[in-house]
């Protein structure tokens, strides 16, 4: 069974759209007509590759749209880009969406206590390939997120493509830990963070952010494929949600090859591809930021007054002066290092990745020659030990918890 896609419109205008098309060349629906199954009895799915890896542009199933073809997502009148979140580029899987699934809006779900989101469910392709826009993959199912987005359940399963030359080392959410390193925990940051740009609040996840497993991740997929057949079926109501389809016999909402291809040539014709604004390629540094490197400073300013008013009474040494010093120059370099941070047009990205995980070894380093310091010198008067510990250790431990 192949497809392939038609594209009609402008790439990166409103009017852009990708229609699908069966192995004998009639028109169908990505959503209602691609088969959820390619191997059922291994529990081998189809997917549809929405959103290419490295990629910007919100492309989606229009599953208001007859046919449901795929087109970028509008927010207030604009084409909708995802903004690449410090240090991620874009979406960093294929991401898509199995057909014949949804996720039932009226339906709570018991685990995550929420309704569903109203879509087909989605996916990410953790693959090496970077697929094509609109192009259906095979894929084993390997574990899933519960992400709850404005109040629905999201769920987002973790595949791999089964042509993928490591697919077969991949069985369960734990080979993705073992073989990809980070991968997971920068899945769940990425969606945690993605729609901070666009002035909104973190995402929250239901199990406390745990990736559950394949089997629990097969099961909650076809129960999304039971919703689907309700909805096909008008079981259930599909609001306004479009079911029009080309090879589901017993659907009410069947219709001919000849009235599928009418749709698509009601569509404009394909054309040259619009530019791409500028803020679909933007980079939202959301971890270093303004605030919080002012506050760090503020704080070892503080501290620094704090212990020159003691030392009248207490008598520091001129060493322990040049350590509190040392310490306010180390978080004032946080500060101007912040500032250059932010202004990401005039570095490039890897320097940017480097040089805030510098920063944090030089904090590492901090906390070790505080501890040193603390232990071993003066030790005969612990009451300025303890307290210049703290002095060197708070600063970075509270700045470290801040951005992690």
Not at 85 to 111: C, L, M, R
Not at 292 to 310: D, E, R, V
Request: proline share 5%; charged share 25%; with cysteine.
């Amino acid at each position: 069974m192949s497809f392939t896609v038609e594209e009609r419109g402008r790439p990166n205008t409103q009017d852009y759209r990708v229609f699908f098309k069966n192995s004998e060349g009639k028109y169908i629906s990505p959503f209602h007509d691609i088969p959820i199954y390619a191997n059922e009895a291994e529990n081998i799915f189809h997917a549809v590759v929405e959103v290419p890896r490295w990629t910007n542009a919100k492309m989606e199933i229009a599953t208001k749209d007859p046919l449901n073809p795929l087109k970028q997502d509008i927010k207030k009148g604009n084409l909708r880009y995802v903004a690449n979140v410090f240090p991620h580029k874009g979406y960093i899987w294929n991401y898509g969406a199995i057909p014949q699934t949804w996720e039932d809006p009226n339906h709570k779900d018991s685990d995550t206590g929420c309704c569903g989101d109203n879509d087909p469910i989605d996916i990410c392709d953790i693959g090496n390939k970077v697929c094509s826009r609109g192009e259906i993959i095979k894929v084993k199912v390997l574990g899933t997120l519960a992400l709850i987005d404005e109040g629905e359940t999201d769920w987002k399963v973790i595949v791999i493509n089964t042509e993928d030359p490591e697919a077969a080392d991949f069985n369960n959410i734990d080979d993705v830990r073992r073989l990809k390193p980070g991968y997971l925990e920068a899945t769940f940051d990425w969606f945690k963070r993605y729609k901070v740009p666009d002035g909104k609040p973190e995402n929250q996840f239901a199990f406390n952010g745990e990736f559950k497993d394949r089997d629990f991740a097969i099961e909650t997929v076809k129960s999304t494929h039971e919703f689907w057949k309700a909805l096909i079926s008008k079981k259930t109501s599909a609001g306004d949600l479009n079911c029009m389809n080309t090879s589901v016999s017993d659907s009410p909402f069947c219709c001919s090859a000849g009235d599928a291809e009418a749709v698509v040539k009601s569509a404009s014709a394909f054309g040259d591809e619009d530019p791409i604004p500028s803020s679909g390629e933007s980079l939202f540094i959301y971890l270093y930021s303004f605030s919080y490197s002012m506050l760090l400073l503020q704080g070892n300013l503080i501290c620094l007054i704090f212990f020159f008013l003691f030392q009248s009474t207490n008598g520091f040494t001129m060493r322990y002066k040049r350590k509190i010093l040392g310490r306010n120059l180390h978080s004032f370099l946080h500060f101007i290092s912040f500032q250059h941070i932010r202004t990401p047009h005039e570095l490039d990205r890897l320097d940017l990745y480097f040089r805030s995980h510098f920063l944090l070894d030089c904090d590492a380093c901090c906390w070790i020659v505080a501890i040193i310091s603390g232990l071993t010198e003066d030790y005969n008067k612990p009451f300025n030990s303890r307290v210049l510990c703290i002095v060197f250790i708070l600063p970075p431990l509270l700045h470290n918890a801040i951005i992690t």
